[in-house]
T-cell receptor, first 111, second 111 residues
């Protein structure tokens, strides 16, 4: 059974801090790993990672995948209160076209 | 606006009612998905439709019945639900296996 584990489950920081969110995965026929940000509504897509060691960046957010050690990290620098959300990672199984989500990390950024 | 719409946004129903959730995607994708999100649990994949053919159902109870009349529309028919079925039901679509775009969800409460 595919499994995705995220840590920490929750994190409280102050504006301006840098945070690192972790995601480890065990996915059969692994195809890619996705990061989403979920506020009050539906998840919104952040990154798709398929190649090991290549960093994806978008503004203050960046992410990298390690396919040998089966994990990914999401970094957020100079955090802002608007970064407060649940961050989800999901492993994609190519054979079943299935996403397995982790339980998410609840990030709270205090002013 | 993600290009995936869901109606209704909120639904309250009794255990003996029959109702349907609707999802429509305007992105030209070839796959659509139903997810259930309960409090403090990871997203759970319920159904996957690829070219209108159901490919995954993940052992969902028969009181949930999906229908995909074409590649742009997806329904979830509900009957004789239980209070534990109360959750946020999310629809998503994708082209091929990877990045999924989510609708805003239907918040379902079963009394």
């Amino acid at each position: 059974e595919d499994k995705v584990v995220q840590s920490p489950l929750s994190l409280v920081v102050h504006e301006g801090d840098t945070v690192t969110l972790n995601c480890s995965y065990e996915v059969t026929n692994f195809r890619s790993l996705l990061w989403y940000k979920q506020e009050k509504k539906a998840p919104t897509f952040l990154f798709m990672l398929t190649s090991s060691g290549i960093e994806k960046k978008s503004g203050r957010l960046s992410s990298i995948l390690d396919k040998k050690e089966l994990f990914s990290i999401l970094n957020i620098t100079a955090t802002q209160t608007g970064d407060s959300a649940i961050y989800l990672c999901a492993g994609v199984s190519g054979s079943a076209r299935q996403l397995t989500f982790g339980s998410g990390t609840q990030l709270t950024v205090l002013p | 606006e993600t290009g995936v719409t869901q109606t209704p946004r909120h639904l309250v129903m009794g255990m003996t009612n029959k109702k349907s959730l609707k999802c429509e995607q305007h992105l030209g994708h070839n796959a659509m998905y139903w997810y259930k999100q309960s409090a403090k649990k990871p997203l759970e994949l319920m159904f996957v439709y690829n070219f209108k053919e159901q490919t995954e159902n993940n052992s969902v109870p028969s009181r949930f019945s999906p229908e995909c009349p074409n590649s742009s529309h997806l329904f979830l028919h509900l009957h004789t639900l239980q209070p534990e079925d109360s959750a946020l039901y999310l629809c998503a679509s994708s082209q091929d296996w990877d990045e999924q775009f989510f609708g805003p969800g239907t918040r379902l409460t079963v009394l």
